[in-house]
């Protein structure tokens, strides 16, 4: 028993749709699909082959920029394009992306050009305001302006590479007391190993503090990006200043030293082979001493001073000179005059020396002496070294070792170069060891931490790939599509066919009139006509002749 499938057309289809998949076997089945099919399949391959190279053979893609404007982007493009660097903005969301390889080449190019450029900032924001806002809008905008002006400003010092100003701008009030002062925040980013200095800091509260009115330097604060205060909005007093000049002072001791040994070593071992360190005991405390000195002997300037004399005949010898003139007076009594309150006192008796004048009785002197005097102003300047330690290590050479009277050379050259002073008990200590140069470092990397082999294995998959294709898929078929072209091109002559398995031509059977009129098949009837042709020629050309003049009729 045996069931017929019917297939039956709905009324609203068209019959040639009623059956698709017969539809395709019937069109696959016609001679020039099924001649064309292996020249389809082969490029069908060779395209699977070029995709699965473009997909494998670029690299992953890495997010350059995102939301920035159409000028910027095509300025950026531009610029990637110039340097042979690819990039790729997306279309749904406007990124701009680069190969992973290529990614910290591409931003170090643009940082250098200065691209992208940053959206209008500073007072250009005024020029965008629309007609009709508001004042507290416009104060905000002012604000801004400011804000972005002074971090340019800022971010002209050579140290800082990125700064941002936050302004805390009061509102006005008529009443005195409650009045606010303004108060800025400031924080910068710095450069790698790049450090602010006081003076640069002092600069940047002066800068923040002279552009809005009524601000004073104490109300400004600065941070940098590790979090770190550089300033307190109190200010620096003035022992933190007076320290932190003591220790720049000291640095820059040290610096000098290391330069000088820098410049000394630098010839005889070259650059990276040695490293040097000195640490200075610098005397920072500034001394001043006054010393005055008198000389013993003094000498009389001025002398001032009365005596009063008490005697009992106070007058003089008088009369006639004669014999009783001529007589010496009685010896007389010797008394010793009391000294007045305030005088120096009189004249003691000395044993062997004159008396004294038995008239005077008090003497009153006063006596101005000048003495001999020396002022004397000593300062010590703070900056001597007190000690000085210097560290100096040798790279020893790739063979062999640094001998003793080598390391002993040196020794003495750095000593010279520092001014060492055995009685200050300064120290100098030079060594010589194995540097853990770049070499070791090499040498510790494993083998698939290395950047090349992704890049390898990317493209050596796509050529793997790309090889499969083309000796399992385009090979077999170009031998295929070639074969049957030589097989074509053999000549049949009188009944002599195509080659048989042993090499040897087959003989093919005659064709007859009935086996061309039952043919039902193109390529079977194709066949037969050939067939037939190749049997009977002459009967072959006498039916060309029919038809042609059939057609000219």
């Given at each position: 028993?045996?069931?017929?499938?019917?297939?039956?057309?709905?009324?609203?289809?068209?019959?040639?749709?009623?059956?698709?998949?017969?539809?395709?076997?019937?069109?696959?089945?016609?001679?020039?699909?099924?001649?064309?099919?292996?020249?389809?399949?082969?490029?069908?391959?060779?395209?699977?082959?070029?995709?699965?190279?473009?997909?494998?053979?670029?690299?992953?893609?890495?997010?350059?920029?995102?939301?920035?404007?159409?000028?910027?982007?095509?300025?950026?493009?531009?610029?990637?394009?110039?340097?042979?660097?690819?990039?790729?903005?997306?279309?749904?969301?406007?990124?701009?992306?680069?190969?992973?390889?290529?990614?910290?080449?591409?931003?170090?190019?643009?940082?250098?050009?200065?691209?992208?450029?940053?959206?209008?900032?500073?007072?250009?924001?005024?020029?965008?305001?629309?007609?009709?806002?508001?004042?507290?809008?416009?104060?905000?905008?002012?604000?801004?302006?400011?804000?972005?002006?002074?971090?340019?400003?800022?971010?002209?010092?050579?140290?800082?590479?990125?700064?941002?100003?936050?302004?805390?701008?009061?509102?006005?009030?008529?009443?005195?007391?409650?009045?606010?002062?303004?108060?800025?925040?400031?924080?910068?980013?710095?450069?790698?190993?790049?450090?602010?200095?006081?003076?640069?800091?002092?600069?940047?509260?002066?800068?923040?503090?002279?552009?809005?009115?009524?601000?004073?330097?104490?109300?400004?604060?600065?941070?940098?990006?590790?979090?770190?205060?550089?300033?307190?909005?109190?200010?620096?007093?003035?022992?933190?200043?007076?320290?932190?000049?003591?220790?720049?002072?000291?640095?820059?001791?040290?610096?000098?030293?290391?330069?000088?040994?820098?410049?000394?070593l630098t010839p005889l071992l070259g650059a990276g082979n040695f490293s040097a360190e000195v640490q200075a005991d610098v005397n920072l405390d500034e001394t001043q001493a006054?010393?005055?000195?008198?000389?013993?002997?003094?000498?009389?300037?001025?002398?001032?001073?009365?005596?009063?004399?008490?005697?009992?005949?106070?007058?003089?010898?008088?009369?006639?000179?004669?014999?009783?003139?001529?007589?010496?007076?009685?010896?007389?009594?010797?008394?010793?005059?009391?000294?007045?309150?305030?005088?120096?006192?009189?004249?003691?008796?000395?044993?062997?020396?004159?008396?004294?004048?038995?008239?005077?009785?008090?003497?009153?002197?006063?006596?101005?002496?000048?003495?001999?005097?020396?002022?004397?102003?000593?300062?010590?300047?703070?900056?001597?070294?007190?000690?000085?330690?210097?560290?100096?290590?040798?790279?020893?050479?790739?063979?062999?070792?640094?001998?003793?009277?080598?390391?002993?050379?040196?020794?003495?050259?750095?000593?010279?170069?520092?001014?060492?002073?055995?009685?200050?008990?300064?120290?100098?200590?030079?060594?010589?060891?194995?540097?853990?140069?770049?070499?070791?470092?090499?040498?510790?990397?494993?083998?698939?931490?290395?950047?090349?082999?992704?890049?390898?294995?990317?493209?050596?998959?796509?050529?793997?790939?790309?090889?499969?294709?083309?000796?399992?898929?385009?090979?077999?078929?170009?031998?295929?599509?070639?074969?049957?072209?030589?097989?074509?091109?053999?000549?049949?002559?009188?009944?002599?066919?195509?080659?048989?398995?042993?090499?040897?031509?087959?003989?093919?059977?005659?064709?007859?009139?009935?086996?061309?009129?039952?043919?039902?098949?193109?390529?079977?009837?194709?066949?037969?006509?050939?067939?037939?042709?190749?049997?009977?020629?002459?009967?072959?050309?006498?039916?060309?002749?029919?038809?042609?003049?059939?057609?000219?009729?």
């Amino acid at each position: 028993m045996s069931t017929a499938l019917t297939t039956t057309a709905s009324p609203g289809m068209p019959e040639r749709f009623a059956n698709p998949l017969q539809q395709i076997r019937g069109v696959m089945a016609q001679p020039a699909v099924r001649r064309s099919a292996p020249m389809a399949l082969l490029v069908g391959l060779i395209g699977a082959a070029a995709l699965a190279w473009m997909s494998l053979s670029t690299p992953p893609q890495k997010t350059l920029f995102s939301g920035l404007a159409d000028a910027d982007k095509a300025a950026v493009v531009q610029s990637l394009e110039q340097a042979n660097i690819a990039a790729h903005v997306d279309d749904a969301t406007g990124a701009l992306t680069v190969g992973e390889d290529d990614y910290s080449r591409a931003r170090m190019l643009l940082a250098g050009q200065g691209l992208p450029k940053a959206a209008p900032g500073g007072y250009a924001i005024l020029d965008q305001l629309p007609m009709g806002v508001s004042r507290a809008v416009e104060g905000e905008r002012l604000r801004q302006a400011r804000e972005t002006e002074l971090a340019r400003s800022i971010q002209d010092i050579d140290a800082v590479v990125e700064a941002r100003v936050h302004l805390a701008m009061p509102e006005a009030s008529v009443f005195v007391r409650d009045r606010a002062a303004p108060s800025a925040s400031v924080i910068v980013k710095l450069g790698a190993g790049r450090t602010l200095s006081e003076a640069q800091v002092s600069s940047i509260i002066n800068l923040v503090a002279s552009s809005v009115p009524g601000m004073k330097p104490d109300a400004v604060t600065i941070v940098d990006q590790a979090g770190a205060l550089l300033t307190r909005p109190g200010g620096r007093d003035a022992a933190g200043a007076m320290g932190d000049e003591r220790i720049a002072f000291q640095a820059r001791v040290e610096d000098k030293y290391r330069q000088q040994l820098t410049q000394l070593l630098t010839p005889l071992l070259g650059a990276g082979n040695f490293s040097a360190e000195v640490q200075a005991d610098v005397n920072l405390d500034e001394t001043q001493a006054t010393r005055e000195s008198y000389d013993k002997q003094g000498t009389l300037r001025a002398e001032t001073g009365a005596w009063t004399g008490n005697q009992k005949d106070g007058g003089g010898p008088g009369g006639i000179p004669g014999a009783l003139s001529n007589t010496p007076p009685p010896a007389s009594t010797l008394q010793v005059p009391t000294p007045a309150v305030g005088a120096s006192g009189g004249p003691q008796p000395v044993a062997g020396a004159a008396s004294p004048d038995p008239a005077k009785q008090t003497d009153s002197y006063q006596r101005a002496y000048d003495l001999g005097r020396e002022v004397s102003v000593t300062r010590a300047a703070p900056g001597s070294v007190k000690r000085l330690s210097v560290a100096v290590v040798l790279r020893d050479p790739d063979k062999g070792r640094r001998t003793q009277m080598e390391i002993n050379q040196l020794t003495d050259l750095v000593k010279s170069a520092v001014g060492y002073d055995q009685q200050r008990q300064d120290q100098v200590t030079v060594i010589s060891r194995k540097f853990a140069g770049a070499t070791d470092t090499a040498d510790t990397t494993k083998w698939y931490d290395n950047a090349w082999l992704p890049v390898l294995a990317r493209n050596g998959t796509a050529i793997l790939i790309a090889l499969l294709v083309l000796f399992l898929g385009v090979r077999p078929l170009a031998k295929g599509l070639m074969k049957k072209r030589d097989d074509a091109s053999v000549p049949v002559v009188a009944g002599v066919g195509l080659p048989g398995p042993d090499g040897m031509p087959m003989v093919a059977p005659p064709v007859s009139l009935d086996q061309l009129e039952n043919s039902r098949g193109y390529d079977e009837r194709i066949g037969a006509v050939r067939g037939f042709t190749r049997d009977n020629p002459a009967r072959a050309a006498l039916a060309v002749r029919d038809m042609i003049k059939a057609d000219a009729k």
